[in-house]
Nanobody, 125 residues
Framework: QVQLVESGGDSVQVGGSRRISCVASGITYLTYYMAWFRQAPGKDREGVAA???????NYAVSVKGRFTISKDGAKNTLYLQMNSLKPEDTAMYYCAASKTTYVGQPMSRYAYTYWGQGTQVTVSS
């Protein structure tokens, strides 16, 4: 049974940094696509960053250069380092995992089968 558990969300000041984590069980990171999505109230869930089994990454334009996705295979943990945070980054952040090694659109929510429960990040001035 696949389980994804996020943690690390918190309230952060504008311009600050935060790292959120996702511990996975029941899957092997090396053979799957993993990603971070976020959803703000009243908005659709959007892809933030994705990482392929070989380390290749994709980023949303809005976070490129500020956020970094990474993984630690030994710990079965996915990370999202967020720097220079802005109020528009405020959202519930979700970890996701694909069911197959090939994903046509890694930034699309429909590419992912497994989801965590989310962790809230709030950015305020």
């Amino acid at each position: 049974q696949v389980q994804l558990v996020e943690s690390g969300g918190d309230s952060v000041q504008v311009g600050g940094s935060r790292r959120i984590s996702c511990v996975a069980s029941g899957i092997t990171y090396l053979t799957y696509y993993m990603a971070w999505f976020r959803q703000a109230p009243g908005k659709d869930r959007e892809g933030v960053a994705a990482i392929r089994y070989d380390g290749f990454t994709n980023y949303a334009v809005s976070v490129k250069g500020r956020f970094t996705i990474s993984k630690d295979g030994a710990k079965n943990t996915l990370y999202l380092q967020m720097n220079s945070l802005k109020p528009e980054d405020t959202a519930m952040y979700y970890c996701a995992a694909s069911k197959t090694t090939y994903v046509g659109q890694p930034m699309s929510r429909y590419a992912y089968t497994y989801w965590g429960q989310g962790t809230q990040v709030t950015v305020s001035s």
